[in-house]
């Protein structure tokens, strides 16, 4: 089903076991816990300095799903996602405290090798962010990385993965070319191509429209529904009818106390958007602020 | 796989630190070196009033002082005005039309010339064009010529870095541009200027080539004796440098190695309290910026 | 709207200026014009320097091509323009000072690229702290100290320690030392715009290639520094630039023999023969500048080489800096 399908349709259940609607806090009672957890996330605290920026925030990530992060600008949601994949160690004088697990491994570790882990957690940015090489040497930058690999293969993975992105077409005669002459929404698929060239299992993505207009917008949510089954998703965005649109699970996160974030609620997402459980959530969704 | 390109990032990494540790490293050697090598003449008063007198004790650079002092007010004296004046023109009065790029782009071309070939172009328009002989108004103007892009550029870029509201404020109450700029954007840009002279200064206070070319007698002991006529040669501290280098021999003369180590040593000083000086007023500037803002 | 300076209605300031004295309100409008042509002028002195300098060198460089001929001066290696004064006839060969030149500037930009790169990127990317607060300061010193004083250190220190591994008879002075005095001298240079260019890369890039699992190096070396090459280059042609136009530092090191060492015979140890430049053949002669005319003028030719070498530069920077603009708004 198309985005513009799901639009005009009532949203059906996904036939996937979702995950409980929960309130931030709430034990979840581990016999409604019926997905497979691709990754969860356990009392995550973020500090940028003595900043705390987010409270202890607890999320499941099921799956071959999309879960869709919503709130209001400075709730902190884009410091849990790049906590996700520890681009905020990037950042002097971050610090993050509590779990991520992924699969069995605990990335906040102190044994955890990020590296590696960017390679099966991948991210697409706000801003589209191509190198300034040609469209080939972006697609198999993620490759070269990695290791020596012999150019045909390379051809081969590069070509599959702008096929993903549904960029092939549009740029197949052209793969030496420099990738800063595509459009805003090229450019994207071809980040979305960049990343998925290295086979991820999860992609981050942070608020990956708010540059492109509505065509390039829903194509790409064309796209996370293609993906969606093989690769988990985790987008942050704070267009709630995209999060509706597009995602299974949706988590809502609000700044509290002291300008920390916090997670309210979280759960599928129409029953989140259908019956919210807590005020704050339904004031959201409804518009009465943010 | 991921081992290795850890270790290649750590070594790649340590490698780069450690050339610029090397660096740091050298620095600090070059200072150390030539300030314990000329200890011995820098604490030495008569090094100061001194003249030259090799082959003989007690030697000093006090001729030599003064002359580097004289050369330099003389020539920021030149040049300060007009540098100012050309940045003000750019920071102002110019726009980006055709006008103001080539005469932008003289002045980059004009900065990139190595001193030697002004000190050349030097001796042939101030010296031999006005049938003179080398005299310290002549290395004066070569080094006013040195420095001239360097005065408009940072005059241009302390106006420039005057908040608009300076300006808005003064036209709106009527004043004509150049009352602005007199009235009101001089006085506010002036630590800045002041940092940026000093720098200027420091710059042309190592220079010898164009000197050598200009304003020197070429002798290890003939000097100009505190003369004050613009007319007459003498050499500076750096010029000397080079020039008894060049003529003493030092297995002949016995105090000469004393002797340049001790000019070598005070330019170093003089060039760290430049440097200390120009970085103190820099802050004062930064300062008074942010209260005018 | 006349007002005598106590209404209330118009700003006082205005309402003077714009009433009282018409005649100080026109002479403020001439001393504006006024200053404008005067600051034209200031501005203008560099055109009319730029056009001096040109027009001066060669026409003192002149008799040079019509007495001596491009082709002798070029291509003949026979150097003695003082040989001139008195009674003997000189030679003005001056194809080893110019090869002595660029041999030198070569081998100084080979030792300081790379280090300049590894201060940029010290200072920009692995640690910024240290950069800012060490580093930077540390250049500035670099820079200040001036080149004679280098010269001197090197004739000092350098070349006893060359003696050591030098041919037999030899000082130490040679190519080897003076593009290592050059290269410490243009170090400052080359880091500095190269650090620029570094810092104009936009952070987005570095996230993208740091969430697809690249290591930091691999991230400078695979999308910093090709991204900041423009700059990068700009930073190698200056540094050329200012180390071929280096005159003092170069003379005190180099030995200022006009003889070609024999690569061919001696191999690199031929870097430790005495040499020369163009710098140093026209230092040579400032103390004979008015009594040797030919000699003079051969050496005003060497400085017109200069001049050429120097706007190429300045185009070379120009065509290969790209869009990078000194900041000027």
């Known amino acids: ?155 081969e993975i590069v070509e599959r993965a702008l096929e993903r992105a549904a960029l092939l077409d549009e740029v197949k005669d052209r793969l030496d070319r420099s990738a800063l002459g595509l459009s805003g929404g090229q450019q994207q698929r071809l980040c979305l191509a960049r990343a998925l060239a290295v086979d991820p299992e999860v992609i981050l993505m942070d608020e990956p429209c708010s540059a492109l207009d509505p065509i ?19 987008i942050v965005t704070h267009n709630m009818q995209q999060a509706a649109r597009v ?21 599928p997402t129409v029953e989140l958007f259908r019956n919210p459980r807590d005020r704050r959530t339904e004031d959201y969704i409804t518009g009465r602020f943010g | ?24 490293a050298l620095l600090v050697w070059i200072l150390v070196t030539l300030l314990v090598a000329g200890w011995g ?22 001729p030599q002082l003064f002359n580097t002092v004289y050369v330099l007010v003389l020539s920021m004296l030149i040049v300060l005005p007009i540098g100012l004046a050309g940045g003000i023109f750019f920071a102002e009065y110019a726009g980006t039309g055709r006008l103001a790029n080539l005469l932008r782009r003289a002045s980059e071309t004009l900065a990139t010339l190595p001193s030697i070939v002004v000190g050349l172009f030097g001796y042939a328009f101030f010296v031999q064009a006005t049938h003179s002989h080398p005299s310290r108004l002549a290395a004066a103007l070569s080094l006013s010529v040195i420095n001239l892009p360097y005065v408009v550029r940072i005059s241009e870029d302390a106006l420039r870095a005057l908040p608009p509201s300076l300006r808005e404020g003064s036209l709106g109450l009527g004043a004509t541009r ?53 007319f007459d040669a003498g050499d500076t501290l750096a010029v000397n440098l080079y020039v008894f280098r060049i003529q003493a ?45 | 709207m006349t007002d005598q300076g106590g209404g209330a209605i118009a700003p006082p300031a205005q309402g003077r200026s714009a009433a009282a004295v018409p005649g100080l309100r026109r002479r403020s409008r001439v001393i504006d014009r006024g200053a404008r042509h005067v600051l034209l002028a200031g501005a203008g002195i560099n055109v009319v320097l730029m056009a001096l300098v040109v027009a001066f060198l060669l026409s003192r460089a002149w008799p040079t091509i019509t007495d001596i001929g491009a082709k002798n001066f070029f291509a003949s290696a026979d150097w003695q323009p003082d040989a001139g004064i008195g009674f003997g006839v000189g030679a003005f060969g001056a194809l080893a000072p110019i090869l002595g030149s660029f041999l030198v500037v070569l081998l100084a930009l080979l030792i300081a690229v790379p280090f300049a790169l590894a201060v940029a990127v010290f200072v920009t990317d692995t640690n910024p702290g240290i950069g800012e607060r060490y580093i930077r300061p540390a250049v500035e010193v670099f820079v200040g100290i001036p080149s004679v004083v280098y010269g001197y250190l090197g004739f000092i220190t350098l070349l006893p320690l060359l003696r050591h591994i030098a041919p037999p008879g030899r000082g130490g002075a040679g190519i080897l030392a003076a593009g290592v005095v050059l290269a410490i001298m243009i170090i400052p240079t080359v880091a500095t715009i190269s650090a620029d260019g570094l810092n104009s890369v936009p952070r987005a890039l570095r996230e993208g290639s740091a969430a697809l699992g690249a290591t930091q190096w691999q991230t400078i070396r695979r999308v910093l520094l090709p991204a900041a090459r423009p700059s990068i280059l700009s930073g190698v042609v200056l540094g050329f630039a200012r180390a071929m136009g280096e005159a ?41 500048l008015a009594i040797n005319p030919q000699g003079t003028a051969a050496r005003y030719m060497l400085a017109v080489v200069l001049l050429v070498v120097t706007f190429i530069s300045i185009i070379l920077v120009r065509l290969v800096g790209g869009g990078r603009r000194r900041g000027r708004a």
Not at chain 1, 114 to 132: E, Y
Not at chain 1, 219 to 233: K, N, P
Not at chain 2, 258 to 278: E, K, P
Request: hydrophobic letters at 45%.
């Open chain 1, 1 to 155: 089903m198309t985005t513009i399908e799901r639009i005009e349709q009532p949203v059906a259940l996904s036939p996937v076991p979702q995950p409980a609607h929960h309130l931030a806090g709430e034990d979840v009672p581990s016999a409604a816990q019926a997905a497979e957890l691709k990754m969860s996330v356990h009392n995550l605290h973020c500090y940028y300095g003595d900043f705390m920026a987010v409270r202890n925030v607890s999320l499941e990530i099921p799956e071959g799903q999309i879960t869709a992060i919503i709130g209001p600008s400075g709730c902190g949601k884009s410091t849990v996602l790049r906590t996700i994949n520890r681009m905020n160690d990037l950042v002097p004088g971050f610090k993050a405290t509590g779990s991520i697990m992924l699969d069995n491994e605990d990335i906040l570790g102190p044994q955890a090798d990020a590296i590696a882990m960017r390679r099966r957690v991948g991210m697409l940015f706000q801003r589209p962010n191509p190198f300034p090489t040609s469209i080939f040497d972006n697609v198999a930058y993620g490759l070269r990385i990695a290791g020596r690999m012999p150019r045909r293969q390379l051809a």
């Open chain 1, 216 to 234: 390039a917008t829903l194509r790409i949510e064309d796209l996370m529904r293609e993906l969606a089954g093989t690769v988990t998703q985790i």
């Open chain 1, 247 to 267: 995602s299974d699970a949706t988590a809502f996160m609000l700044m509290g106390e002291g300008r920390a974030g916090e997670l309210v609620e979280v759960g």
């Open chain 2, 1 to 24: 796989m991921n081992r290795r390109l850890r270790r290649q990032n750590t070594v790649a990494i340590g490698v780069l630190r450690g050339m610029v540790g090397l660096l740091v």
């Open chain 2, 41 to 62: 003449e820098l604490t030495r008063g008569g090094f100061y009033t001194g003249v030259p007198n090799i082959g003989g004790p007690g030697s000093g650079v006090g």
């Open chain 2, 178 to 230: 150049w009352q602005t700029v007199y009235k009101v954007l001089l006085p506010a840009a002036l630590p800045a200027l002041i940092t940026g002279a000093i720098i200027a200064a420091g710059r042309v206070f190592g220079e010898a080539a164009a000197i050598l070319f200009t304003g020197s007698n070429f002798s290890l002991t003939a000097h100009s004796n505190y003369s004050l006529n613009p």
């Open chain 2, 249 to 293: 021999e030092p297995n002949v003369v016995t105090d000469a190695r004393q002797y340049a180590d001790g000019v070598a040593a005070l330019l170093v000083v003089a060039v760290l309290l430049f440097n200390v000086g120009a970085r103190l007023l820099g802050r004062v500037a930064v300062r008074r910026l942010q209260r005018t803002a």
């Open chain 3, 248 to 288: 003092l530092a170069v003379a005190l090191v180099i030995g200022d023999v006009n003889v070609i060492p024999d690569f061919g015979k001696e191999g690199l140890s031929a870097l430790l023969e005495p040499f020369t430049t163009m710098t140093v053949a026209i230092t040579d002669g400032v103390d004979k």
